[in-house]
């Protein structure tokens, strides 16, 4: 297939699958047509080369926060499939960089286990109904895991764009997506342009590929204090600025700070 083809049929996603979603068919047959249409979608992904890629993710980046969800979810599996490309061609692992792929998507669209145990088999929730990760936007819109299709979706983005915007990860080709994104980051995805929310110090991309734990999806507002699963308000971070923030918000944990650096200094100088 040409790029040329792989292109029109990139682009023919959002056309079909709005057509199947007008006709007000029941869920199972959209459900069904859906993942068809995603799957057709993969198979070009996967054979269209980095700057096809890059040239779509731009256009599709220009709707920035308007975009709809059929055009998110096209966004998301480029920008994935993008992701995968450049580290495969930068000589990662695939099983390394798809450890990051599931961790993004399992902290982006989908919601932390909200229950404890399962109200159908003693242990662990056995799926999202039972209480175990679903789709935020599957959720109450009241639930504190709760999020919009498109919030969550633009989350899942930033984390992946973040990543590759982290100190020493692997450079990309000049003029590919590098300035698409500042309305979603506030930077160019460039390494090294990204630093920790909490600590504002650099994250080794190194260091996060070969121990994802070491990295943590944060709230500047906490879920728990009224904090939303939005764009603005939710970052990788360190696990360590995770810990010390612990429940407080930014604000909070700032303040703190500060009265425990002025409660030092001043006994200091009695000293």
């Known amino acids: ?22 006709k007000g068919t029941n869920e199972k ?27 779509l993710i731009r256009d599709y980046a220009k709707r920035e926060r308007d975009i709809s969800e059929e055009d998110v979810r096209i966004l998301i599996d480029m920008v994935k499939s993008f992701f995968r490309k450049h580290l495969l061609a ?32 003693p242990g662990r929730p056995q799926d999202g109904a039972d209480g175990n990760r679903q ?34 990860a692997p450079v990309l080709p000049p003029n590919f997506i590098q300035e698409s ?20 110090i650099p994250i080794e991309f190194q260091e996060f590929i ?15 204090r009224g904090g939303r699963h939005v764009p603005d308000n939710t970052f990788l971070m360190l696990a360590r600025s995770n810990q010390i923030q612990g429940n407080q918000t930014l604000e909070e944990l700032l303040e703190l700070m500060e009265r425990v650096v002025s409660g030092y200094q001043q006994r200091r100088q009695k000293e």
Do not use: C
């Open 135 to 168: 789709s935020r936007w599957l959720l109450p819109p009241d639930h504190k895991f709760y999020a919009s299709e498109v919030d969550a979706t633009l989350v899942e983005i930033k984390y992946f764009l973040q990543t590759l915007a982290m100190q020493g």
């Open 90 to 121: 930068s000589g990662y692992q695939e099983k390394k960089i798809k450890a990051l792929i599931t961790k993004f998507r399992d902290a982006g669209r989908r919601s932390a286990p909200w229950k404890p145990t399962s109200t159908r088999v």
């Open 29 to 55: 047959t959209v459900a069904k047509a859906e993942l068809q249409i995603i799957n057709k979608s993969a198979a070009a992904m996967r054979r269209a080369p980095m700057d096809l890629l890059a040239q």
């Open 181 to 200: 994104f500042h309305w979603l980051l506030g930077h160019s995805v460039e390494p090294g342009q990204y630093l920790d929310p909490i600590q504002l």
């Open 210 to 224: 070969n121990e994802p734990r070491l990295i943590q999806s944060g709230h500047l507002t906490p879920l728990d």
């Open 1 to 22: 297939m040409s790029e040329e083809q792989n292109k029109d049929v990139l682009i023919s996603v959002q056309a079909e699958l709005t057509k199947i979603v007008q």
